[in-house]
Every structure is written in C-alpha cells, then in structure tokens.
DNA sequence: ATGTCC
C-alpha cells in the first residue's frame, strides 16, 4: 500500500494520519498541504510527524505545516504543544538547533526605480558589513561578561548601546528580551561560540534579501497599508537568521543531558533518539528552558545589530539619513522555538509548551503579545521563500486556533543539499539571476548552489495551502533584487 | 543549521 493512502483527508489542505498508525500514538498526526505538496512530500516526514504523536503531554495533535520536510527528529514545519501540567516534555528536537532563527522585515520609503542605478553598491557594501557564511564573526567586540548580558537581555542591549531605534524594541515578539533568559545554565563553550557572533549573517539558507513589493503582489490593499506597504514598487529589506554557533552549542549541550536522564530518571520511551527530551517541570527541562531562552535573546541581539548595519549601509549609499528613508521595521518573528502560552483546548483554557520548529507564530487578531498597532490586524507573519521566487508578508487569523496559531515559515526544500549541489552550479545559478535583475553575493558557489529556488517547493503553493487551510492570510508577496547569501 | 566529525 503506498504510503499516501493512510493518509485520511480532513479537507482540501488537511490530511491525518489516525493513532492506529503506530503504537504510542497519543493523539492523531496531522499534515498540510495541498494534494500537489502532499503527493511530493517525503514520506520519512510521516515517520517523524508520527513519532512526534508519542510524546508525553502532546494535545490535540502532532502537526506538520504546509512548508513540511525531513528534519532532526521532528520535521522542520512541525508544531507540537506539550501540557505541561500533564507531564508534557520540552525537546530540542522540536526546536532546532538554531534557535530563534528567524525573520526580520524593514521598510523604507523607496521605490525600485530610485534604488535599481544603487543595487550594486548597496548589495556589495551590505556583504561587507554584514558578514555572512560558516564561522563568521561580527563587528561588536564583547567581553564574555558582556555576552552574557547580552543573551539575558536580547535586542534590548542593542538598543541600549546604540545600535537601532528605541521603537524597534516594540515590533519584535518578547518586545525583543524574553524573560527567564538565564546565562547560568550556558555552558562556557555555548559562550565560546557565540561572543564574536553577534551582527553575523551566517550559512545555509540565511540570507539578507532587498525586495520589491510591485503593485500586481499586493492582495489586501488595507491590510498592505497598515504594515507599512503604502507606495507602489515600494523598496524593503528582508533577513533570515537565528542564534549561530550559540544556539547550536546550546542544543547540543542539552541533547546530551537530556539523553543521559530521559529514560533512567523519568522513564520515558522514546522511537528516534533525535527526539530526546525531558518533562517541562524537571531541573533539567528548566535549565534547557532557561537557556534555550538565552538562545532567543541572542537571536533577537543578532538581527538587532544586523538591522543596524542595513540602517547605516542605506544612509550611506542613498545619502540620506535612516529616519528619512523611513526604515522602520515592520515585525521580527521567529520560526524555531518553544513558548508557554495559554491556549483554549475543547473549551478549557491550558498552559501549553508550543514547539514550532520551521513553523512560524501566527496569532490572530486581539491577541495578547501583539503591539499596538497589530491589535486590530493580527500578527505579522514574514516567510521567506527562496532567493529566486519571492517571500510574502502574511497576517494572524482566528481560525489559526487550529493549529495553536502556527503556519509555515518558507519554501521547504525538495531535494537534499547534496543534489541540488549535483543539479545546480553557483557561479551560473548567480549570473543567471544576475541576467533577471537579481544581484546575488554569496560566500560560497556551493551553497548558493544549494539554494537554488528549484531544490524548493513552490512558495505560492505553500502560501496557498496555508490560506486555504485558514491558517494564515496573504498581504503582500515581495520579490527580489539583490541577495546576500551565507 | 553548525568552528559542516572530538
């Protein structure tokens, strides 16, 4: 029997596979997807996605969003809320080992036409201060002592040292410092790693995008407007990056500790090491718990500084200062990590641990968390796509319920970084976008080769799927033209 | 994703 056929269609873009599927299941998996994503899913994520269905404290169901692949344990497009007054665990796992990575949005009052004769000066000058790709460091040299306050107080260190806007702080989820951050439980080599990191792109699929909102992308005027998208062919800047080396080496340290205890100290089974974990109200959940939050922080820190360097990199190349170029953020959200919030679950309100890994909060309008000015719209939701295709800004929806308030976060790859490296060539991938007005840096042939939109599932689809799927709402898709890659 | 294996 193929695979597909176990799976059941709940609708169009939803498809569960019943507990009867494996022993342990708790609750039921669920995948989204349109029946084109789900016929091209790789099967491994059914194995995972249900694996993740035996975890202790699991509600409602595992689920995997539109954008869905294979991962480390989870699949990367998983979410998993654990109960945590009902012995739910906290993994790694089902956050990833980068931390917080995320995605940052900044607008400005631009329009293509007045960047098109800078797009080279303004990319190459922006590969020069941001650094990008495999042990980069930064510009911000920092004492160990001085990291450490900078992973218990995230952004809000930045903006206290002068790199950005104090109403920066309001557009990042935690207001850009997630309480509880606790650099005690960092290790010295999670430290090592991290101190010279801050401001730094890093590799893979992270990368620095200028983008254009064109008139024919927009497909909520209002809604448009109110994030900050007010004039046509209208200039932005998109970044996707997380918490570096540190919060690799902050998994990896845990993953460790929780492998020793899991099964000796709390008995519990589990089907793939790679969901190794411990209960939420253990010492050892806590202190992942707390240091995983330092892991935001620094996240949060490292795309503050990033900012920065956009800022000035602009003011330098337009010749006009950052408020004048009205580069205000639009929102900064992430798309790996674990948040306590409060969810209504069959009519009962619950403290639940959300796991999004490669999933993307999604809240709805009204929401507590949101500023101010989103109170009304919902939660801006930012998805990068490939370097090729695009990316699209998106909001929060009340019927988002259903999945904890989560939807994707990108493309999703097809293939294995192995072959689209067999597939694709970087050097031609970058002139062949050069020739389609996409101005590409990239510190490695090989890993732009790895990116290359076609090793990724359609954006359009996966951002279809989820609206479908009333998971989230369009607003804006935004297409490149200039790209500096890890 | 990652000082791309201590």
């Not at 569960?16 to 016929?39: D, F, H, L, N």
């Not at 739910?88 to 080992?97: K, L, M, N, Q, Y």
């Not at 042990?135 to 001085?146: C, D, M, N, Q």
């Not at 080599?189 to 064109?214: F, P």
Request: glycine fraction near 10%.
């Amino acid at each position: 029997m193929a695979m597909i056929e176990i799976l059941q269609r709940i609708s169009d873009t939803i498809w569960e596979i019943p507990v009867s599927y494996k022993q342990g299941m708790r609750v039921p998996a669920r995948i989204y997807g349109t029946e084109k994503i789900i016929q091209e899913l790789d099967e491994a994520v059914y194995d995972q996605v249900t694996n993740v269905a035996t975890l202790p404290g699991i509600t409602k169901y595992a689920l995997c969003m539109p954008d869905g692949h294979f991962g480390y344990g989870f699949p990367i497009g998983g979410v998993a809320a654990m109960d945590v007054e009902q012995g739910g665990v906290i993994s790694p796992g089902g956050i990833g080992f980068d931390i917080n990575c995320g995605m940052r949005l900044v607008v400005t009052n631009l329009t293509y036409d007045e960047v098109k004769p800078h797009i080279k000066k303004l990319v190459d000058r922006l590969y020069e201060r941001v650094p990008a790709g495999v042990g980069s460091t930064g510009f911000v040299k920092l004492s160990r002592h001085e990291f450490r306050k900078v992973v218990e107080e995230g952004a809000q260190w930045c903006i206290r040292n002068g790199y950005g806007w104090e109403e920066d702080l309001q557009l990042i989820e935690e207001n850009g410092c997630i309480a509880g951050a606790d650099s005690a439980k960092i290790s010295e080599k999670a430290i090592d790693r991290g101190v010279n990191q801050i401001g730094t792109l890093g590799s893979g699929n992270h990368y620095l995008e200028i983008q254009i909102a064109r008139p024919e992308n927009i497909f909520d005027r209002e809604l448009a407007k109110s994030l900050g998208i007010t004039i046509p062919n209208q200039v932005v800047v998109m970044f996707h990056c997380g918490s570096r080396g540190f919060g690799h080496q902050v998994a990896t340290d845990y993953l460790q500790i929780f492998l020793k205890v899991m099964e000796s100290k709390y008995g519990i089974k589990i089907l793939d090491r790679e969901l190794a974990c411990a209960p939420f109200h253990s010492p050892e959940g806590q202190a992942y718990f707390a240091a995983m939050k330092c892991g935001i922080n620094m996240s949060f820190a490292n795309r503050q500084v990033i900012l920065h360097r956009i800022r000035e990199v602009f003011s330098e190349i337009l010749k006009k200062s950052p408020e004048d170029l009205d580069m205000h953020m639009v929102y900064d959200v992430a798309h790996n990590t674990a948040k306590l919030e409060r969810h209504i679950v069959d009519g009962k309100e619950r403290s639940l641990l959300v796991h999004r890994k490669g999933a993307t909060r999604a809240f709805a309008p009204g929401m507590e968390d949101l500023p101010k000015q989103y109170k009304n719209i919902g939660q801006p939701i930012i998805i990068g796509g490939s370097m090729e295709t695009g990316s699209y800004l998106l909001v929060g929806v009340n019927s988002g319920e259903q999945t904890f308030f989560s939807t994707a976060h990108g493309s999703g790859r097809t293939m294995s970084r192995a072959k689209a490296r067999k597939i694709y060539r970087g050097d031609k991938l970058q002139k062949e976008m050069e020739s389609r007005g996409i101005y590409v840096r990239s510190t490695s042939y090989s890993g732009l080769a790895e990116e290359a939109g076609g090793a990724y599932k359609n954006i359009d689809d996966v951002i279809e799927a989820a609206e479908l799927a009333g998971i989230s709402k369009r607003v804006v898709k935004l297409t490149p033209i200039g790209n500096i890659k890890g």
